[in-house]
């Protein structure tokens, strides 16, 4: 069974995907995070203060447990300010109830400006909103220490594997620099842990509830695993057809322009070394993973709104 799942497409074995499969699975058993650091101590200072850190291994960003994304929470309008700031990503939010607590579990998956990437964020009602015109609904915060979640994902594009991110967290992410995706064209196959078996329970209630089936989900004890790959729920009004060919257009040059400059190195430093020196701009970029300040910073418009 597990041989069948890592045939490459000639039908012979991936032991790319095994290799990163085994090294993430000991990761996760034995509670360990990525391996950190590009190789130089100030330029991963500059990735921390954006919220991430570099793994070396599988060559991708990922964020770390306190950014400064943690103090901003979560609603449906960061979702619908994706688009419009450059980044078109399928969302699936998730939501049920569990000891008198409202919770959320959202996937993401897409292209986040200048990289391809996943997410699975969790988190826990704070207050309701009501924005008159604009939005009504639950703003919620980032998870505590405690409600964080053992979680994973094996990241794929067109079923050839990108990368696997598995860890106790509240913001679970994993994002591949330069690398151009649409959205439909990848696949997140995660595992959740739930405290107990009954808030394994609420959370399959909301999978049913946003459109999947028994038969699609996987349960072992007080882990759910799915496959992300078409969303099931209702995707921000902000992304259209027309708005989505555009901005991904926009996004499809920035890679390439990153993959001509950066083409001729191997390592992520002398590759942000070559854009700082030939594009700043694009470095400003590259050293900025994932949503942006500009998704956030409808915060403080929020709280005033926050009943």
Known sequence: MFLSKTRSLDGGINFK???????????????????????NEELDKLIALAGYAYDPLQDIFYSIMNPWQRNFGYCRLYDEA???????????????????????????????????????GVYTREAELNIPGIFTGTFYNCASDEDCLWMSFDFKKNDQHLFSRRERHWWLTGFKLGEFSEPWELTM???????????????????????????????????????????????????????????????????????????????????????????????????????????????????????
Not at 23 to 39: D, E, L, M, R, W
Not at 89 to 115: A, S
Not at 272 to 297: S, T, V
């Open 17 to 39: 995907e095994i290799f990163y499969i085994l090294i993430n699975k000991f990761k996760y058993v034995s509670g360990t995070a990525s391996p950190q650091g590009t190789g």
């Open 82 to 120: 994706a688009a419009p700031t450059g980044m078109i990503i399928d969302c699936e939010p998730i939501y049920f109830e569990y000891k008198g607590k409202k919770w959320l579990i959202e996937l993401w998956k897409g292209q986040f400006d200048l990289v391809t990437g996943g997410e699975i």
């Open 189 to 307: 196959h995660a595992s959740i842990t739930l405290h107990d078996t009954q808030m394994r329970d609420a959370f399959i209630g909301g999978l049913l509830k946003a459109g999947y089936l028994e038969n699609e989900l996987t349960i072992s004890k007080r882990t759910v695993s799915l496959v992300y790959d078409v969303p099931r729920t209702p995707q921000p009004i902000t992304r259209t057809k027309v708005t989505d060919w555009l901005i991904q257009r926009k996004n499809e040059y920035l890679c390439k322009k990153f993959m001509e400059l950066t083409g001729g190195f191997d390592n992520i430093l002398d590759k942000l070394n070559i854009l700082k020196e030939k594009d700043p701009a694009m470095y400003e970029r590259a050293i900025n993973i994932g949503k942006n300040r500009q998704i956030f910073d409808m915060h403080d418009k929020i709280r005033g709104y926050l009943e």
